[in-house]
């Protein structure tokens, strides 16, 4: 029996809220530049920052996963870590604790090493239990649309 294609998956933000963040970033410069007549640095001194928050949802605005035989790898943006197999404790589809996380994005959860790699709009995903190169325990929440099929993905 030949082993299983890899799963994988990029989970994107509703596109909504893509536009509803561009407008809020369009918004303040705008309002800047009409408000007060700033000259120079000051436009400057006040569009970096927007900048910044614009670069940083940008590269954050989906999760990548890939479940397989070899193990689990995930990534928001530029946080991105592989998980071999053998370290894998257990998986389970679970729908989105949100209350858990307190939101969406890169969260971190109530246990020290707890996080979630969430998704607004994407309301299922793997609850992933692994252990790390020194022995921890950790909880991963990863959103995915179709988890059976992840998990399915990572047995060998």
Same mark, same amino acid.
């Given at each position: 029996?030949?082993?299983m294609e ?5 989970v ?5 809220l893509?536009?509803? *963040? ?14 007060a007549?700033?000259?120079?640095? %000051?436009i400057?001194?006040a569009?970096a ?12 605005r989906?999760? #990548?996963?890939?479940?397989?035989? *070899?193990?689990?790898?995930?990534g =928001?943006?530029g ?6 197999? #053998? ?11 949100a209350a858990r ?6 969260r971190?959860?109530? #246990? ?5 790699y969430?998704? *607004?709009?994407c309301?299922?995903?793997?609850l992933? %239990?692994?252990?790390? #190169?020194?022995?921890r325990?950790?909880?991963? =929440? ?6 059976e ?8």
């Open positions: 029996m030949g082993a890899p799963y994988r998956e990029r994107g933000w509703p596109g909504w893509l536009l509803a *963040l561009a407008l809020l970033l369009v918004a303040g410069p705008l309002a800047l530049v009409l408000g007549a700033p000259r120079g640095w %000051t400057l001194a569009l920052p927007l900048l910044l928050v614009a670069y940083v949802f940008w590269r954050m989906h999760v #990548e996963i890939e479940f397989g035989p *070899l193990g689990v790898g995930f =928001f943006g946080i991105r870590r592989r998980v071999p197999r #053998e370290r894998v404790v257990a998986t389970e589809a679970k729908d989105y604790p996380y307190m939101g969406w994005g890169y971190l959860g109530w #246990e020290p090493r707890e996080r979630a969430s998704v *607004l709009g309301r299922r995903g793997v992933l %239990t692994f252990d790390d #190169e020194s022995g325990r950790w909880k991963v =929440f990863l959103s995915c649309r179709d988890p099929r992840a998990i399915a993905a990572l047995r060998p």
